[in-house]
């Protein structure tokens, strides 16, 4: 499990650490791991240290401190290391002593000619964006040339994601003690490149923020035993597709198969569709233990979705299904709720503008669980899954831009439904779901086809069960 945790969180644990050690002593860890693998980038790029042109730019907190400490081990090694300050009168005079006292120099614009550059003008108690003295530095960072981002890249919430101005966007960036979710989650995770977390000794509570893994996943999976029957693995209902939509059934239907339950029951108008390409399916009403409704359901449909809400079986809502939700229905199930809205449907659920959803989405994940009182799968650039009324989110660490297609929306929800007839809780199977989408479509390639990362789920599941 890839944990994150929230900058006051982070403090905290700093602090206590802190308390126990050397004064500096925290801070000398973190400039040796942050040396150590912008050595290893530069070996790989030019084969060795020696004579590297490496650029710091330094803020006035410890991000630029970890940067000066950094460069001095870089320049005993042989590199031609400069540190451009954001501002002159604020320099960390530890980390400025140990670069002197190394070789190292000081000057007053960004190099353009350079191996790497080292962002250390923000660290993540940053909040709206670099200012626009870090902002002139950044624009001046030469085309081409590989960025080392220290803890986060500069003008990303560490919290959050968000990115409310002008940012650094990374190769390679290496943080401290642990994630940060601004880490994992977009846009700031899109800035962030190659993650490496470098280990200070921080001794921490529960996250805020946590990604599956493939071990993880594998331990979920819902696997059949020698006493198993159709009945036993669970059946999952689609209500799904319409006379305009007929693929959207047939896609759900594809996702359901391919997700574990014994059984797939498909309840609507597409059954002709559905059958032809997937005689396995059972056609009609009948006990479930987990429903999915609403891909390609089109509008005048509302009633069937408060017949299900209404019951007692596990629910999974999608597309058309979300619309006019009521929250004191949803409050008021004892049954698993998982509700799977891309940004806009997850905005017309808060009355909000699409925007603020795409560029807050932990925020708007949450606020949706909470009001909905059910776990939210928040589909996008980075998929996110919020338990209702517990932390933490999860993040999911798998996928592609090219599921950005019409459709995958619609496999996800049948293979999510398909976990839940299996038994997983609403968390569970939308992770597990959402993780698995995204192997399928890895392997898929692209461009691909909705149905393509339907058939490609055996594969992805075999990948996670049997590494």
């Known amino acids: 499990m890839r944990t994150a945790y929230s900058v006051e969180t982070v403090r905290a644990a700093e602090r206590e650490l802190m308390a126990r050690l050397p004064e500096g002593a925290l801070m000398l860890r973190a400039a040796a791991g942050l040396a150590a693998v912008c050595a290893g980038l530069l070996t790989r790029r030019r084969g060795r240290v020696y004579g590297a042109r490496v650029v710091l730019l330094v803020g006035p907190g410890d991000n630029g401190g970890d940067a000066l400490y950094a460069g001095a081990r870089l320049a005993r090694r042989g590199a031609g290391v400069t540190a451009v300050p954001m501002d002159p009168e604020r320099m960390h005079a530890g980390g400025l002593a140990a670069l002197g006292a190394a070789g190292g120099r000081v000057a007053q614009a960004v190099p353009q000619r ?15 964006g670099l200012r626009p003295a870090g902002a002139a530095l950044a624009e001046r960072i030469p085309p081409g040339v590989p960025v080392v981002a220290v803890d986060l890249p500069s003008g990303v919430d560490a919290d959050t994601g968000e990115v409310a101005g002008p940012a650094v966007t990374a190769d390679v960036t290496v943080t401290f003690g642990a994630y940060k979710p601004g880490l994992l989650i977009d846009p700031g995770a899109s800035r962030a490149g190659a993650v490496h977390l470098v280990d200070i000794g921080l001794e921490l509570p529960e996250p805020e923020v946590e990604a599956l893994q493939h071990a993880d996943v594998a331990g979920l999976l819902p696997e059949p035993t020698a006493s198993s029957d159709k009945y036993r693995r669970g ?10 939509y007929p693929g959207a059934a047939v896609l759900a239907v594809a996702g359901a ?35 999915v409704i609403g891909p390609g359901l089109g509008e005048g449909r509302a009633g069937e979705v408060a017949d299900l809400l209404a019951g007692d079986a596990a629910v999974l809502v999608d597309a058309d299904g979300l619309r006019g939700l009521d929250p004191a229905v949803l409050r008021a199930r004892t049954a698993p709720t998982l509700l799977t809205p891309h940004a806009g449907e997850a905005a017309a659920l808060l009355g909000v503008a699409r925007e603020s959803v795409e560029a807050g989405r932990l925020a708007a ?3 949706l669980a909470e009001r909905y009182g059910a776990t939210v799968l928040l589909k996008g650039s980075t998929t996110l899954v919020a338990p209702a009324g517990a932390r933490p989110v999860r993040v999911n660490p798998t996928g592609t831009p090219w599921l950005a297609t019409a459709g995958s929306g619609d496999v996800l929800s049948g293979l999510a439904g398909s976990l839940l007839a ?6 569970d199977a939308g992770a597990v779901g959402a993780y698995l989408h995204g192997l399928a ?3 898929t390639g692209g461009p691909l086809l909705a149905h393509q990362v339907a058939e490609a789920l055996p594969a992805a599941w075999q990948d996670t069960a049997h590494p």
């Not at 350079?114 to 709206?128: E, H, N, Q, T």
């Not at 059946?235 to 305009?244: E, H, L, N």
């Open 441 to 443: 479509a890895r392997r």
């Open 365 to 367: 994940v949450r606020r």
């Open 235 to 244: 059946v999952v209902g689609i209500v799904a597709g319409s006379g305009q």
């Open 422 to 427: 299996g038994g997983l809780s609403g968390a």
């Open 114 to 128: 350079a191996d790497l550059v080292v962002d250390g003008l923000l660290g993540i108690g940053g909040r709206g």
């Open 257 to 291: 198969l391919r997700g574990g339950a014994g059984a797939v029951r498909y309840v609507g108008p597409a059954a002709d569709s559905v059958l032809a390409r997937y005689p396995e399916t059972l056609i009609g009403p009948g006990r479930v233990q987990a429903w």
